[in-house]
């Protein structure tokens, strides 16, 4: 390995035409994917998940995938303008337009599409992680309050126990004149609502 | 009470929390999700490490995979791409799998645990040549070394690091190595072939370096097949080209001597034309004529015995060295219901070492392929285990007598799709053995009722996550009242028909189909199509549905027809056909006959037409619909649309009253220098549109231009048919019609300049959404195209609509000539498209959501307002009301709307949606190497409570109300006494 690595570092970006392969303008892109390994990504960065990347060309006309340290190549690519897509579980890549010279011995440019971003290298790292499942919450009082039970039962309470003391703090005057117009239009009083309510 | 029953329904609608997305232990719950490989081309063991014992396999869909020995799952595997066929496996230094791909010229290194690739290697030559790998424990300076030859070149490769040690070519232009051969033991390599294909070439190569010790060449009269068989280290058989001699070639120290034997000598009846399947067995070679196999034993200098004739179906194995000079191989025969396997030591033929006979399906077809592996039994004899592959590609393995595992790997090529109802449930079976009783029911709901309150242990959760994965209830085989179970039939390359159910996605039943099986009339059976044939709901309600496959004999689009009904809940093929016609376009037609078969028109070649079923009913039916039957054929090579109606019955046909003649009614020729056809989209038959009207901000209407003839057609110019970066963006374009099938009017016509395809393209209701390339900006762009319905746009005065003055009950017709309006929108996306579909509701209430398989084969919902023609970058007051999107560059990608969350569906080819009854939901099922099944609502369960509902929290919740009323009850009646005393 130790021979290969500097070797790949050295084509990084100036791919050579690859050998003798038939047609003269062939050449190889070769670059790297870094997947950042800190304590806050999501398990889906781990080694053995690293072999489950998929580096595409063109809409995935060439496949390849990555070496242990994240270097990949295409070999054989004719000049012109490509694309190239990492496919990777967890993690949103922005497509990389790449364009391969012809006169330039195969030198490569290459840019981000989504934000427009030149690379100086082809080194593709995510754009952001990426979350599939809804997360819960913990449970807390508060969300059980806020259930549409919770809430009911708040209600109910609410009534039960606060209504009666608002109606204690009001003026004894104008409970009175409530309490008239009430029985004026009719409307059955809690009490008389309940069960046994009407014997009273 | 009005305010209670008030709140109550205010609390009920806010209860049903917006759940678009998963959470993570909802998974398995409403999906499904299968891994296959595909039909197994090699296979190579890894037994000789204690610890797990593998397999790995390289697949005709251009997997690498390894799977666990004792129960054939898979550990990893690796899809390469489409053009990289893998043309040959081994494992080196026992710990890494080695492939070479793309006709040898990348040889690639993975790690044997885990898959992660461990180096590439990217071998070229002068000159296109048949891949070779040899992996023998060669050993130069410390390093092991893998022997491969490609592209006319030979090249020494480090196992290490995959570095070239030496290269040496071989440059004749004629010079067609077969064979590569490195003596055992020895120091140097034999490259064996044909010059010229009459002159045997060999060469003899230093394996440390490369250099080239010896070149000897022979010439012979004959011509060779190409095809060489090597029976010991120096000898090798090959067979000239009329295939009725064998030339027995050994090269014993760079002397070349050779032997000619006619095939007629060895047998008494003239055999044919052979071909010889290569065992590579010491001594012992194979030749396959039409009726049967001949092995065939090397005596001596070039002397030939037949030691075994059989007629039987007969594959062989490679041969597996067992110990120490002693070599054994294979052989599967068929006998009726049972298969053969015979393991026979090289050197002797009359002995076999294991002979066993196992049980087969039928179902399961012939034996393509065997591969054999061994084992130290405890009392040291060897023990061997067979690893099968079958015609209906799946891999069994066999040991000791019996099928230890088998994998279904035929479903990795499905074909084509449909669904089928399952039974009614009858009134007299009991379910009572699958339903739970209260108490178990309530003890369930106490336990999820302590999951929501994170009150579980961990043994809680456990058991909360069982029961819910194991519900019993999705996996009946009746038809459920949301109709979420249903029979997903799928048609498979094999020609095997499986039905899987939607629950849990087991295989209910499979069959192989026999009218689609080879045989003397259908030498080369390719299957089609899956057509719905019978759909009883009304009238036949006993009967069981079937399903119509179609296939032809042949691969050209002439060959003669085949169709087989099959019966949906059994599997079972009831009825076949060999058809006098060939099958260009199967119509489903919208009629049926009293038992509910559907008409179907089969258009052959000649542009004929042809109903069935063939009955007197079916006629009379289709005779009064006679004039109202049109299609349209599209021909991509030459760029021409054209329309068809029925004319006559059949003028050649005296006798056949089922075949009528068409006529051409319109033809739309696109110059065939600047446009070439690359996708066409039309709507789905069975999809139902709610209303024609759609009402706009401000209190309008507009009225979709709703047309089941509506079809969609994209072209682009014929240089940027090729791949991306091949063309510049000035010589690129792509146009898009929306054409009417009855009348061939264009209704609309669009041109993307510097666009290129692929183009991946799905038609709705009275839209078309659409995906492809644009080469100025470098990214893949989404448009929409919607088309409206301009004469009925004054339908809108109430005046009107009283007095009865209007059109709105007037028929949609192809004839009226619409006047419509169109309206597009283009968006960036940043994907790459492998296919798109649109949820199916039944009644089509529910709004919209694009179903996308993205290149990195996941699913990703994607609503329908985001691609809305009436996006601007400021929506008014009213239309923000409506729900119009503020319009933005590029469509959204929100991770949690993939509905296949973070598993991938391999090699993604299509995804089917199918509406359930109940409006919310469609069941979606994504295909390729994978399958993957859900339910999705668009919108949400609207119309049912999820299945996160916890009943235990209502009833406690209820149980506290009525507690709470009574003592509030009592409160209140102590009070008002106490009031009263005073």
Known sequence: ?200 | MAIMSFIFVFFFFSSLQPILSLYEDQVGLMDWHQQYIGKVKQAVFHTHKTGRKRVVASTEQNIIATLDLRRGEIFWRHVLGPNDVVDGIDIALGKYVITLSSGGSILRAWNLPDGQMVWESSLHGPKHSKPLLLTRNLIIEKDNVLIVFSNGRLNAVSCIDGEVLWKKDFEEESLEVQQVIQPPGSGFIYVLGFAASSQFEMYKINAKNGELLKHESTAFSGRFTGEVSLVSSETVVALDSTGSILLTISFHNGKISSQQTPVSNLLEDSPGLAVIIHPSVTGIFAIKTDAATIFIRVIGEGKLEVVEKTNHETVVSDALSISEGQQAFALVQHAGSSIHLTVKPAHDWDSNLLKESIKMDQQRGFVHKVFINNYIRTDRSHGFRALIVMEDHSLLLLQQGAIVWSREDGLASIIDVTTSELPVEKAGVSVAKVELNLFEWLKGHVLKLKGTLMLATPEDIAAIQHMRLKSSEKSKMTRDHNGFRKLLIALTRAGKLFGLHTGDGRIVWSHLLQSLHKSESCRQPIVLNLYQWQVPHHHALDENPSVLVVGRCGPSSDALGVLSLVDSYTGKEFSSLSLVHSVAQVIPLPYTDSTEQRLHLLIDADKHAHLYPKTPEAIDSFQSEFSNVYWYSVDDDNGIIKGYALKTKCSSNVADEFCFDSRELWSIVLPSESEKIITTATRKLNEAVHTQAKLIADQDVMYKYISSNLLFVATVAPKASGEIGSVTPEESWLVVYLIDTVTGRVLHRMTHHGSQGPVQAVLSENWVVYHYFNLRAHRYEMSVIEIYDQSRADNKDVWKLVVGNHNLTSPVSSYSRAEVITKSQSYFFTHSLKAIAVTLTVKGITSKQLLIGTIGDQVLALDKRFLDPRRSVNPKQAEREEGIIPLTDSLPIIPQSYITHSLRVEGLQSIITVAAKLESTTLVFAHGLDLFFTHYAPSRTYDSLTEDFSYALLLITIVVLVAAIFVTWILSQRKELQDRWR
Do not use: C, W
């Open chain 1, 1 to 200: 390995m130790a021979a290969v690595t500097p070797l790949l570092l050295l084509l990084l970006l100036s791919s050579a035409p690859s050998f003798s392969s038939g047609s003269r303008n062939a050449y190889n892109i070769n670059g790297r994917v870094k997947i950042p390994q800190g304590p806050g990504t999501k398990g889906y960065a781990l080694p053995g998940r690293m072999s489950n990347v998929k580096v595409l060309l063109n809409g995935g006309q060439n496949i390849t995938f990555l070496r242990p340290d994240g270097y990949f190549s295409f070999h054989n690519i004719p000049a012109g303008t490509h694309l190239i897509e990492v496919s990777a579980i967890g993690y949103f890549f922005s497509p990389v337009r790449v364009d391969v010279s012809a006169r330039n011995l195969g030198k490569v440019q290459a840019a981000l599409t989504e934000n427009r971003k030149g690379l100086s290298e082809l080194v593709l790292e995510p754009l952001r992680e990426e979350q599939y499942y809804e997360i819960r919450e913990p449970f807390s009082i508060m969300s059980l309050l806020k259930s549409p039970m919770g809430l009911m039962v708040g209600f109910m309470l609410a009534v039960a126990f606060l209504m009666p003391k608002l109606v204690e703090n009001m003026d004894p005057e104008e409970m009175r004149r409530a309490q008239e117009e009430m029985r004026s239009q009719g409307v059955p009083s809690l009490s008389s609502l309940l069960p046994g309510g009407a014997m009273n």
